[in-house]
């Protein structure tokens, strides 16, 4: 079975700074999807950027972008020039690639609060 | 438009009493999700459907049925509700494996 762990439960940054949350997961798969999630106070989840395994680039999205390490099982979410809507739980997700269904396995989510 | 839609928002309800909660997604994908975020956001999913067909079913009590009428729909029944079962509850779609979720408003669970 897939595990993520995210260490960090609660972090907080300064507006206008970057913040780097970590993912690591366990797996025994080599083909498999990476996903990060935002949830804001408004409770919709949206998603922030995806990552494909077989991919050596890591992702980005405007302010966010990803340290992928494969071999390390790590997949990190930086977050620059913070702004206060950043503020949000964040969701790091697992998908393995060979599922007719696409089963996530989400880790336990980081509480991100940007200060003004 | 909204892409996942959840009916009720808010559901509050007396233990014993049973439910249900309706999910649609006009995004034309082929799979569904339920989902249930606990008190402690911990987020695990329950049951998936790929083209009607129930494809995950977690560890979840037979109290909790899932029901596919069409691959843009999938209902959530709970029978004989208990104070656990207090929680958010999500819907989520998406169009194949590897792909991501899309997911609904959440339907925020109350027992008493």
């Known amino acids: 079975a897939q595990t993520v762990t995210q260490s960090q439960p609660e972090m907080s940054v300064q507006e206008a700074e970057t913040v780097t949350l970590s993912c690591t997961y366990d797996?025994?798969?080599?083909?498999?999807?990476l996903f990060w999630y935002k949830q804001p106070p408004s409770r919709q989840m949206i998603l922030v950027i995806r990552?494909?395994?077989?991919?050596?680039q890591n992702a980005t999205e405007n302010r966010f972008s990803v340290n992928f390490q494969k071999a390390a099982k790590s997949f990190s979410l930086k977050i620059s020039d913070s702004q206060l809507g950043d503020t949000a739980m964040y969701f790091c997700?697992?998908?393995?690639?060979?599922?007719?269904?696409?089963?996530?396995?989400f880790g336990d989510g980081t509480t991100l609060t940007v200060k003004p | 438009d909204t892409a996942v839609s959840q009916t009720p928002k808010y559901l509050v309800t007396q233990m014993g009493n049973d439910k249900s909660i309706k999910c649609e997604q006009n995004?034309?994908?082929?799979?569904m999700y339920w989902y249930k975020q606990d008190s402690k956001k911990f987020l695990k999913i329950m049951f998936s459907?790929?083209?009607?067909?129930?494809?995950i079913n977690e560890t979840v009590p037979n109290r909790f049925s899932p029901k596919s009428p069409d691959k843009a729909h999938l209902n959530l029944h709970i029978n004989s509700l208990e104070l656990g079962d207090s929680a958010v509850y999500f819907c989520?779609?998406?169009?194949?494996?590897?792909?991501?979720?899309?997911f609904g408003p959440g339907t925020r669970l109350t027992v008493t």
């Open positions: 989520a779609s998406s169009q194949a494996q590897g792909y991501e979720q899309y």
């Open positions: 990552q494909e395994a077989y991919k050596q």
């Open positions: 459907y790929n083209n009607k067909e129930l494809i």
């Open positions: 997700a697992f998908m393995k690639q060979r599922t007719n269904a696409g089963k996530s396995t």
């Open positions: 797996t025994s798969e080599s083909n498999y999807y």
């Open positions: 995004l034309g994908h082929d799979t």
